[in-house]
């Protein structure tokens, strides 16, 4: 940490500032989750948060310091990653995607492109969209004459709205199964972001569709050196995606507990039979949140140790070999089912410790459960379950899929 820690903030009004990412994030936090429970219920693009985010410094926080950013390891990140998501996770989720799309980037393309759109984003605080979704087969792209052509709708394309450029994703015309990548500019003409997000949870993460009409793609814009899924290295990717999916679990987790413990202190009322004068000192209430910590405690311990290990894949690069990948593939899927479990749990259980006040509709507690349920429904933790088998039976590694 001591890398991000000396690296000195630029803030708005012109002042300057060696206040650490994390207490960055914790200020934020607290002023995202002042609003969190109206604007879920609104909907719509959190437009004055993500100019927060951009006006702190943190869009930069995974770049290296010699490309203008903040230099932070995922580990870092992806504490930040979680400290929003407890405060609001569709923040923590476009947060979050913004240093998987410059992941992806760095991962798929050459030193020449990725360093370029490094330098640009720290400079310009420029927040990047995904409109990867490799489930989604209804964008095609045709080769032209030093250039393609995108054309197609594209669905769960998370923060794509209010970004400066997108990761899209297309199937080759000639080839169907082969996936074309590139980074290119949100405002370029041909692709319309559309506002057709209206799920019941994560509402404000935008993850609607995009249309590409005829969207010109230059060469330099492809993503094809070394290209996706083409190396153990480039295969740390959806790794990456699986464990911030895992830190926006967590961090749901955490909030809800975070906000059934305030309201258990300080608005709960003992129930009629209940041997204790005191709501918090009631045993049936402390045995839940005993269970409480030791499962999210369990968690951290998990989480952290799945990203330490990212970390030192990341660091090994194109030394990285497929067996320490699969390790670290591994430790990723078991922190993401345990904090899945975990989370839907509390989630759930956090009103048997808060009462029947605790369900009013302006207090809006339900959003956690909302909000996770509709987060995990990414990709189905029977499937991960599936990898974790295929290895405890048969030591087989899971196979490198956008996926796994």
């Known amino acids: 940490m001591t890398q991000v820690l000396n690296t000195l903030l630029d803030l708005p009004g012109g002042t300057v500032s060696p206040e650490p990412p994390e207490q960055i994030a914790r200020r934020l936090a607290e002023q995202f989750a002042a609003t969190a429970a109206e604007r879920d219920s609104l909907g719509g693009t959190p437009k004055a948060e993500r100019d927060a985010l951009r006006q702190s410094g943190l869009l930069a926080l995974s770049i290296p310091v010699e490309y203008g950013g903040l230099g932070a390891n995922w580990r870092e990140t992806l504490d ?6 407890s405060a ?13 799309m410059l992941a992806t980037v760095r991962l798929f393309s050459r030193p020449s492109q990725w360093e370029a759109w490094f330098e640009q984003t720290a400079r310009h605080n ?10 989604d087969r209804r964008t095609v792209s045709r080769s032209q004459d030093g250039w393609y052509e995108f054309s197609g ?26 996936l074309v990548i590139a980074a290119v500019p949100t405002a370029r003409s041909g692709i319309n972001v559309l506002q057709d997000w209206d ?7 935008d993850s609607g569709s995009v249309n590409f009409e005829r969207v010109r793609i230059e060469e330099k814009e492809i993503l094809a050196d070394p290209g996706p899924l083409s190396t153990p290295f480039a295969c740390l990717r959806p790794l990456i995606a699986q464990l911030i999916l895992t830190n926006i679990y967590a961090g749901i987790a955490e909030g809800a507990y975070t906000e059934a413990r305030r309201y258990s202190l300080h608005e709960a009322r003992p129930w009629h039979r209940s041997p204790a004068k005191r709501f918090e000192d009631d045993p049936y209430v402390l045995h839940h949140y005993g269970e409480f910590w030791a499962a999210l405690d369990a968690v951290r311990v998990m989480t952290n140790r799945a990203a330490d ?24 899927s078991s922190a993401k089912v345990l904090a899945t479990r975990t989370g839907m749990d509390l989630c759930t259980r956090m009103f048997e410790v808060t009462g029947a006040r605790a ?8 959003r956690y459960w909302r909000n996770l349920r509709t987060h995990t429904m990414h990709d189905p ?6 990898e974790l088998g295929e290895w405890a039976l048969k030591q087989h590694y899971p196979k490198p899929t956008f996926y796994s």
């Open 309 to 332: 290990l990212l970390d030192a894949g990341w660091n090994k690069g194109g030394r990285l070999t497929e067996d320490e990948r699969g390790d670290i593939a591994l430790a990723i």
């Open 88 to 100: 609001d996770s569709s923040i923590g989720h476009v947060f979050a995607f913004q240093h998987l």
């Open 359 to 366: 369900t009013h509709a302006g207090l809006g507690l339900d």
């Open 381 to 386: 933790i029977d499937y991960k379950l599936l």
């Open 126 to 135: 420029w927040f990047w969209g995904n409109a990867v979704n490799p489930l």
């Open 199 to 205: 799920n019941f949870g994560q509402r404000q993460t």
């Open 153 to 178: 709708k594209k669905s769960f394309c998370s923060g794509a709205l209010d970004s400066e450029m997108l990761v899209v994703s297309a199937y080759a015309q000639d080839t169907p199964q082969q």
């Open 80 to 85: 930040v990653v979680r400290i929003l998501s």
